[in-house]
């Protein structure tokens, strides 16, 4: 009985895995490094080494399986907060010079798949 049970829950979640891995494929990583690069973004920073501010892999780690994630990371490219960057001083955090939705999410998308 329990058997049966852990096995059908087994099946479920690869269901939920696949739909979201599906999910991610739809970033436009040129698109995304393009924006990017024209945005001074990747001067702070990297797929997977910490510059003057976290990898990507962080932040992805970080919002990883979070439903609000893309939100929170659209948020934090536009509404120019008080950042902490890794050599210890405090700045504005970058505002993205689009306001285009597409394109906002498409980066978040694109940070968070790493
Ligand atoms: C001067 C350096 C610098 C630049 C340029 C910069 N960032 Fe950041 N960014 C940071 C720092 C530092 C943090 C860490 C903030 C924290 O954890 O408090 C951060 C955090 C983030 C986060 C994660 C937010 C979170 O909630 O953890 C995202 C997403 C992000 N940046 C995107 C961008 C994008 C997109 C650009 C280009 C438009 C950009 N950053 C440009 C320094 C920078």
């Known amino acids: 009985m ?20 599906s999910a991610q494929a739809a ?10 690069k024209a ?4 001067k702070c920073h990297a797929a997977s ?4 501010g ?5 932040i992805a780690a970080k919002y990883k399986g979070k439903a609000d994630g893309q939100e929170k990371a659209i ?15 405090e700045e504005k955090h970058k505002i993205i010079d689009t306001k285009d939705p597409k394109e906002l ?4 998308d694109w940070y968070l798949s790493h």
């Open 105 to 108: 999410k498409n980066m978040a």
């Open 54 to 58: 976290p990898s990507m892999q962080k």
């Open 27 to 36: 970033v436009d990583v040129e698109a995304a490094k393009a924006l990017a």
């Open 75 to 89: 948020k934090n490219m536009t509404d120019g907060q008080m950042v902490k960057l890794t050599d210890g001083t």
């Open 39 to 42: 945005n001074d973004c990747l």
């Open 49 to 52: 080494k910490d510059k003057k």
């Open 2 to 21: 329990i058997k049966v049970s852990m096995s059908s829950l087994a099946i479920a979640l690869g269901m939920v895995l696949g739909a979201m891995s």
